[in-house]
């Protein structure tokens, strides 16, 4: 699941495309554009017992470690 905040660069584009070729992957918008509404409409949205948030704008390496860009 992503949640959106109503990007205006390719992002919403690219999304979509990921959405199709993989069903599931699901995009929700965050209309409100900030982010910890756009963490409650994700947790709310959720069907799963775990939500892990992970941020754009961030390099993540494959023992999770993140590198900020």
Not at 3 to 26: A, H, N, W
């Amino acid at each position: 699941m992503i949640v959106d905040g109503m990007s205006t660069d390719r992002t919403r584009e690219i999304l979509q495309y990921f959405c199709q070729k993989y069903p599931f992957i699901k995009m929700i918008d965050n209309l409100w554009y900030i982010k910890p509404k756009a963490l409650n409409i994700g947790i709310e949205s959720s069907k799963q017992d775990v939500v892990m948030r992970i941020d754009a704008h961030v390099v993540y390496t494959e023992d999770c470690e993140f590198i900020a860009l």
